[in-house]
């Protein structure tokens, strides 16, 4: 069965300074990745997901993510925090075999970036 | 960029009575839609994947008597709460795959139901 893990609940972060928030996942094969921001009361933003190729794929304001198979990992980076970026963060995974699976998340970071 | 809209984004309705939430998918047609349920920070809990055309697949222990989903065309998809009670109250979030991959899937902002 498909799962996701984003062991912190919060992440805080000093403005201008480099963020991580972490995600783990599970599938029987090929992944397809993806990492979601939410603002309140809103919905869900894409911004930027892995398929397949180079690991370190690049996405929407900034943040980028490492797709690293033996760790089973797809951490999301940026190099200095705004204030702005602060939000709820969800990882999300789906086997890649699946054309018609459903995206499973795991259960969201909430970030925080003070000034 | 794709987008999926919403409507209404906010509604609040009295215990028994029935609410309609609608999905759009406005630039892009979409063979499947879904419909999540989030409670305040946390999050999203699939209940439904809609195909254009046919009945919708539910999700355990979610009700598809009380909540009805219709996915008439290929640009709307319908969920329905039928005698609403205020346990029903929650942020409802629908989202569409675009037919033409099988990668993207675009959230719509959500509509926040309150049940009094």
């Known amino acids: 069965a498909q799962s996701v893990a984003q062991p912190e609940d919060q992440v805080n972060v000093a403005e201008g300074n480099p963020l991580t928030v972490k995600c783990t996942y599970s599938v029987s094969g090929n992944p397809y990745l993806f990492w979601y921001v939410q603002y309140p009361n809103r919905g869900l933003q894409f911004l930027l997901k892995?398929?397949?190729?180079?690991?370190l794929v690049k996405g929407s304001y900034g943040f980028e993510a490492e797709f690293n198979k033996s760790q089973t990992s797809f951490h999301l980076k940026k190099p200095s925090a705004l204030v702005s970026d602060s939000a709820l963060y969800f990882c999300?995974?789906?086997?890649?075999?699946?054309?018609?699976?459903?995206?499973?998340f795991g259960q969201g970071t909430e970030l925080s970036v003070k000034p | 960029g794709a987008v999926v809209s919403q409507h209404p984004s906010r509604v609040i309705c009295k215990s028994g009575t029935s609410v309609k939430i609608e999905c759009r998918s406005l630039?892009?047609?979409?063979?499947?839609m879904f419909w999540y349920r989030q409670f305040p920070k946390q999050s999203l809990m699939l209940m439904a994947t809609s195909n254009e055309g046919s009945k919708a697949t539910y999700e355990q222990g979610v009700e598809k008597d009380k909540f009805l989903i219709n996915h008439a065309s290929l640009t709307l998809s319908t969920l329905t709460v039928t005698s609403a009670h205020p346990e029903d109250s929650s942020f409802y979030i629908c989202?569409?795959?675009?037919?033409?991959?099988?990668?993207?899937?675009?959230f719509g902002p959500g509509t926040r139901l309150t049940v009094t």
């Open positions: 989202s569409a795959r675009d037919y033409r991959g099988p990668y993207e899937q675009y």
């Open positions: 892995y398929i397949t190729g180079d690991n």
């Open positions: 630039d892009f047609q979409a063979t499947t």
């Open positions: 999300a995974v789906r086997e890649s075999n699946n054309q018609g699976g459903k995206l499973i």
